[in-house]
């Protein structure tokens, strides 16, 4: 048996092939066209010439000018028409903004996705900052992280190790006939002769034989404190505003969705932004 320390591992680099993700960026639909004007050929002012009996009719053609407006710039427009408090990210200048009408009360440098596409055991995940408009649903401090299943997967593919859960009330006996299980809140192991159950030492990684076992969820061991910094804002489906301890990669597209700030930043945006104001990611 071993275990490996979760603060050791930190996040598995995902090398992303460059033609992947031009691919994706290219099947997005990220554009929309709106029409400004129809513009003649001929110059301003200038008639066209008259026809002749022996040369077919002149024809004035025009040509469509197109401009076209992403979806991010009309979430950029969307958010600068708001008169009151709102957030915005600018996710690829790796920016967020604290603006309340025409004023910009804090400026932060600020990790965002990593756009890359991790597969492992014929499953995949691919880490995006979702642009749009979200709200602030819920703020905390000293928040507690319950890793999704791509976070076991990324250990597991760094390391080399197999996966599998462990389920509520299920015994899984290792090589060495220690047995492996989930008891309440705890997962633990009883040893060889013995029937006390001995509950495992928490934010470690639970490895037996070299597979990597992902805990029941509600237990303990299924999650980590400190990984998110001393503050978050809840913005819904997993994506996040928070702190973080690695400070090295504010700046950089490296999280799995989640926008991380500095320390003194997101406990400005934790004691400054309420609950229920607007987030435009774009």
């Not at 092939?17 to 029409?35: E, G, K, M, N, Y």
């Not at 006390?196 to 934010?203: A, N, R, S, T």
């Amino acid at each position: 048996m071993y275990r490996v320390h979760h603060r050791l591992l930190g996040f598995a680099a995902l090398v992303l092939p460059a033609l992947a993700q031009a691919q994706q960026a290219a099947s997005r639909p990220d554009w929309t066209p709106s029409v400004v004007r129809e513009v003649p050929l001929l110059g301003d002012g200038e008639a066209p010439p008259a026809p002749a009996r022996d040369k077919p009719h002149w024809r004035l053609n025009f040509v469509r000018e197109v401009r076209f407006v992403s979806n991010n710039e009309a979430i950029r427009d969307r958010a600068a028409n708001v008169k009151g408090l709102r957030l915005e990210v600018d996710v690829e200048s790796h920016h967020l903004y604290a603006i309340d009408g025409a004023d910009t009360l804090r400026s932060a440098t600020v990790a965002t996705a990593s756009d890359g596409t991790l597969t492992f055991g014929g499953r995949s995940w691919h880490f995006q900052t979702p642009r749009g408009v979200r709200t602030v649903l819920a703020k905390e401090r000293d928040p507690v992280w319950t890793p999704p299943e791509w976070h076991y997967a990324e250990v597991a593919l760094e390391y080399g190790l197999r996966l599998r859960h462990l389920s509520r009330g299920q015994k899984v006996q290792v090589s060495d006939g220690t047995l492996l299980l989930a008891k309440g809140k705890e997962v633990g192991v009883i040893a060889p002769g013995d029937s006390q159950f001995v509950p495992l030492v928490l934010d470690e990684h639970i490895v037996f034989d070299s597979t990597l076992y992902i805990p029941p969820a509600g237990t303990k061991h299924r999650t980590m404190r400190g990984e998110l910094g001393h503050y978050r804002l809840k913005l819904g489906n997993g994506i996040q505003i928070h702190g973080t301890p690695y400070a090295n990669t504010i700046g950089a597209s490296v999280t799995h969705g989640c926008v991380r700030m500095s320390d003194a930043d997101i406990e400005w945006l934790y004691q400054n932004v309420p609950v229920g104001t607007k987030v435009y990611l774009y």
